[in-house]
């Protein structure tokens, strides 16, 4: 294939829209598949061998796809030609004409918006930022001493109200740790047991929306470490590096999509222990299955317990990424199967 024909290919590629590829689907393929993944991917039986497994997967939002079945993959253009026993030419024209003609809107997507502002009832949270220290309410103070203690605060700029800490209510005696979106609305919180409260850990009612939808803050178009915690991402993020959390080492697919999608480096940065481990080796199985490209890892200095530990021991986490990042290949599985402990 020339460099002409490369380029209009990855045009094309880039212009078919979700809405198309659904349609499609639903037009050839609804009464023998179905939608999986909140709408994400649509399952349905090998279109080159006999399966009654489902084992063919198809990206809506990308087209890519992979058959498990038959051991192939490929992109939109090359299903439709196989779907339609024509060639590759005549499925990229008839797909190009399709899309140009249609100029009916976008529907809207079904899958859930991670980013909706949250339904709940801030009147008990004080702000607590580095100026708190002054305060003379006991909780606050008890609050600032914690964040202090793990370097939490932007030494260099103020920021509007970094944490909370509730006084009442169901999150009373906790930090809250905020998940905002750039407008500063709040899209998700953790909060974090200050005095004897249990479960140590609370998160919003998940009928508003769950931890396995959401993500820490980060920037996009960029490498991206994932951490467990939000506390590890704001430790790497004080430091210079853009990192975020998946809320524990079980990341869901939605999360790794929505890397994906954001066009992000994935950098691996989950703590040095089992739960760790097994969190590494679901993201590598889900990026396998997503067709994404090879991932790298960084996991935190084996001295500390986790990033913000080396944090608060005043490690340079942004050099220490840089020199520790590796490719999460056969290589350094093998390196790390043999070196000491």
């Known amino acids: 294939m020339n460099v002409l024909a490369l380029d209009s290919e990855i045009v094309l590629m880039n212009i078919i829209s979700p809405k198309y590829i659904r349609e499609y689907l639903d037009h050839n393929f609804r009464n023998s598949g179905r939608y999986s993944s909140g709408g994400r991917e ?26 498990f079945k038959a051991h192939k993959v490929g992109n939109f253009i090359q299903f439709v030609a196989q779907v339609e026993k024509t060639s590759y030419k005549r499925a990229e ?26 339904d709940v009832d801030m009147s008990s949270w004080v702000p607590i930022d580095i100026y708190s220290c002054y305060s003379k309410d006991s909780l606050v103070q008890l609050a600032w001493k914690y964040l202090w203690g793990r370097k939490m605060f932007h030494t260099e700029e103020t920021e509007d109200e970094p944490f909370y800490v509730a006084t009442d209510g169901k999150y009373k005696n906790r930090i809250i740790i905020p998940f905002k979106k750039p407008s500063g609305d709040l ?13 140590k850990y ?4 998940s009928t508003q929306v769950r931890a396995s939808s959401v993500l820490y803050p980060f920037q996009s ?14 430790s790497l993020q004080l430091a210079g590096v853009n990192a975020t959390s998946t809320m524990g080492s079980s990341p869901s697919q939605i999360q790794i999509e929505e890397i994906r999608d954001m066009g992000c480096e ?20 889900m990026r396998r299955e997503l067709m994404m490209p090879s991932i790298k890892i ?20 942004k050099q220490y990424v840089r020199e520790n990042t590796k490719d999460y290949d056969i290589e350094y599985l093998i390196n790390t199967q043999i070196e000491p402990r």
């Open 187 to 199: 899209f998700f919180f953790q909060a974090r047991a200050l005095l004897e409260e249990t479960p």
């Open 298 to 317: 960084c996991l935190p200095p084996k001295a500390y317990k986790d990033w913000n530990e080396a944090w608060r021991e005043d490690m340079d986490l």
């Open 266 to 285: 994935l950098v691996i940065a989950y703590d040095n222990d089992t739960a760790g481990k097994m969190g590494v080796d679901k993201i590598e199985r």
């Open 93 to 118: 024209a008839k797909i190009l004409f399709e899309v140009l003609a249609d100029d009916s809107p976008e529907p809207k997507p079904f899958i859930e918006d991670i980013s909706t502002s949250l």
């Open 42 to 67: 649509f399952t349905m039986p090998s279109i080159f061998v006999d399966d009654w497994k489902n084992k063919f997967s198809i990206n809506t939002s990308t087209g890519m796809w992979q058959d």
């Open 221 to 234: 178009d960029t490498t991206v470490l994932i951490c467990e915690g939000p506390l590890d991402a704001r």
């Open 202 to 205: 609370l998160n919003p009612d």
